[in-house]
């Protein structure tokens, strides 16, 4: 497992002498998945190392159709366009292991569950919402999930704040009224307060411009928790107001896909496969 990563890109490079290697993508990410083991941390790792050496470089889309669309692919390419169909599957896989994982190590979690149904994009998005803002998350788990949610609001920045950010200020605001602002003075501190804003906190690390929108819901949120006594809580608050500066001072590209051009659906002018390995420069 440890080697993998280190051949990825020989892997699955179309080359005369060997363009075999696409096919067997799908199948090593689909074995590598049950690597993601609550009871063996290092396989953790090493599995999400691979992973992403893979991901990197390959495009995770089904383009399944273009075998009905083209008359130029080989007849490996077919084999590849046909395997795509499975990245739905391994993505619902993945986030499942991943969410099944945060919940055994965490002592308490609420009752939402994660099924393999198949999902939409907008039910992939609530059911991530739902996992988030719905559970609490004892302090051995909350880096671990923090660390998720920043590789998840990094990922599509404008549709996850869409569906986090709003839900995450109103809980935090429900939490300071409903307490009738005693929480703010209680050095004991409150589990649910301090891991919405540590989740607060994780979804301000993204390009500033996709914070403006919220601008007055984030500000109103500063007002009010600035002053929180309890340590684990004003450093969530304090990290809130670093990565929000960071976000709004630093420079974004605007585009760093691995691939400029629009991947349609009828797949007549671009096939996702024969971009691999072609756009992994920065840009």
């Keep these: 497992m440890k080697c993998l990563p280190g051949i990825a890109r020989q892997l699955v490079r179309q080359t005369p002498n060997y363009s075999e290697g696409q096919i067997y993508v799908l199948p090593l990410m689909m074995s590598v998945l049950p690597g993601i083991d609550s009871n063996d941390f290092e396989k953790i790792v090493v599995t999400l190392e691979v992973l992403d050496a893979i991901l990197k470089l390959v495009p995770c889309v089904d383009c399944s159709s273009a075998v009905h669309t083209r008359n130029d692919l ?10 795509t169909v499975q990245f739905e599957e391994f993505v619902i896989d993945f986030l499942n292991r991943i969410f099944q994982m945060i919940s055994i190590r965490s002592t308490e ?11 939409n994009e907008d039910d992939k998005f609530i059911k991530i919402t739902e996992f988030l803002t719905g559970s609490l998350f004892s302090h051995k788990v909350r880096k671990f999930v923090a660390s998720l949610v920043r590789a998840i609001v990094n990922a599509n920045p404008r549709e996850i704040l869409k569906h986090l ?9 429900n939490i300071i009224n409903n307490s009738r602002m005693t929480i703010l003075t209680d050095y004991r501190g409150n589990i649910e307060f301090t891991w919405h804003l540590i989740l607060f906190s994780e979804l301000l690390r993204v390009r500033g411009d996709a914070l ?9 949120v500063f007002h ?21 500066l960071k976000s709004l001072s630093d420079l974004y590209p605007i585009n760093d896909r691995l691939s400029h051009e629009i991947m349609d659906e009828s797949f007549v002018d671009l096939l996702p496969i024969r971009v691999s390995f072609l756009y992994h420069r920065f840009y």
């Design 74 to 83: 080989t007849e490996t390419e077919k084999q590849v366009c046909l395997s």
């Design 224 to 244: 009010r928790c600035i002053r929180v006594v309890h340590k684990d809580s004003y450093e969530a608050i304090a990290k809130a107001a670093k990565h929000l």
């Design 212 to 220: 403006l929108t919220y601008k007055q819901m984030i500000m109103s």
């Design 165 to 173: 950010l709003p839900q995450t200020c109103e809980h935090i605001e």
């Design 109 to 119: 979690t609420s009752n939402a569950a994660v099924t393999n149904d198949s999902a």
